[in-house]
């Protein structure tokens, strides 16, 4: 089954960019989507990008934040601007599809949106 490694991660402030990445170990590619968790709530899905680069976001992150295949083979990379405290959250990538995920799920990595 494919492995996720989730990096990228850190403290930043609220104003601040961060580009987080997604290695995949499979050598097909069906997509990624990235989740975040935030302290005490539920897993919620950010953004998604199938195989034929179409891309998809929550509402709260449009306009803010940019999923892309990343210069590395199998790596999808989500960039991160104009951070809030409250997109505060572990960052997961996996891809849902025919229902269910795909992947492995990772360690995730930890986003701090803090002044």
């Known amino acids: 089954q494919v492995q996720v490694v989730e990096s990228g991660g850190g403290l930043v402030q609220p104003g601040g960019s961060l580009r987080l990445s997604c290695t995949l170990s499979?050598?097909?590619?069906?997509?990624v989507d990235w989740y975040r968790q935030p302290p005490g709530k539920q897993r919620e899905l950010v953004a998604s990008?199938?195989?034929?680069?179409?891309?998809n976001y929550a509402d709260s992150v449009k306009g803010r934040f940019t999923i892309s295949r990343g210069n590395a083979k199998n790596t999808v990379d989500l960039q991160m601007n104009s951070l809030k405290p409250e997109d505060t959250a572990v960052y997961y990538c996996?891809?849902?599809?025919?229902?269910?995920?795909?992947?492995?799920w990772g360690q995730g990595t930890q986003v701090t949106v803090s002044s």
């Open positions: 990008i199938t195989n034929g680069g179409s891309t």
């Open positions: 499979g050598s097909i590619f069906i997509g």
């Open positions: 996996n891809r849902y599809a025919g229902g269910t995920y795909r992947y492995l």
